[in-house]
């Protein structure tokens, strides 16, 4: 699990086909401290696991499944990514709950920059719009956002300087595709009231997540 603060941005040194995927290498510093073989890394959003480490580097093994949901089949060297290591239980939780399990790609639909920050509008397909929600939380290329604004297709953000400097925000464009996760939370709230256990069960969820502000 992780939290969507990113603690580096490293660059694929190297992506080589192996197999029906492909294995990705990233140069980073900061996310190899304490990493082994086996541990997970969250590359733009998207959790995979450490095959090899150097002192310089690490690689993952990228899916053919990851590669057709995500924007990691689209990578090239060179190209500058987020870097999250999975958090510890005595980590801070400064974001939200990001599994780093991508639910599709959106794109970059407008750029705004003021002398503050960036603002940023992407559009996503309904079945990601439909649990995003204005001042909720999405995990955009692995980085926790909040949500400023929705319309039918898409939903608008906007970015601090904080944010801008310690991420790949800086080299986004407008038609630049980024991963989407959203908020997990919402993903189970539309199971529970979709298959709850018969009306009252579904009546007293609502009631529940009514008092304590979540409709």
């Not at 980073?28 to 450490?50: H, K, M, P, Y």
């Not at 924007?71 to 958090?87: K, Q």
């Not at 509008?121 to 909720?136: L, N, Q």
Request: net charge neutral; hydrophobic share 40%.
């Amino acid at each position: 699990m992780f939290t969507g603060l990113i603690e580096e941005t490293g660059l694929v040194k190297s992506i080589r086909p192996k197999g029906e995927g492909s294995l990705l290498e990233v140069a980073a510093r900061v996310v190899l401290e304490d990493t082994r073989i086996g541990d997970s890394i969250s590359i733009n959003g998207a959790c995979q696991t450490v095959t090899a480490v150097t002192g310089k580097s690490f690689t993952v093994f990228v899916s053919r499944i990851t590669s057709s949901v995500s924007t990691l089949g689209t990578f090239a060297p060179g190209l500058r990514v987020n870097l999250e290591r999975a958090m510890t239980p005595n980590s801070r939780f400064g974001g939200h709950i990001v599994q780093g399990h991508v639910d599709g790609a959106g794109i970059i639909s407008s750029l705004s920059k003021d002398q503050e920050g960036l603002e940023a509008g992407i559009e996503v397909s309904p079945s990601i719009m439909r649990y995003i929600t204005a001042k909720g939380s999405a995990a955009v290329d692995g980085i926790s956002l909040t949500v400023v604004s929705v319309s039918d297709n898409g939903f608008t953000l906007y970015l601090i300087p904080e944010t801008l400097n310690k991420t790949t925000i800086s080299d986004w464009k407008k038609g630049s595709r980024v991963n989407i996760e959203v908020d997990i939370l919402a993903k189970y709230v539309e199971k529970m009231l979709n298959t709850g256990a018969g009306k009252t069960g579904d009546d007293e969820l609502k009631k529940a997540l009514a008092e304590n502000g979540f409709l």
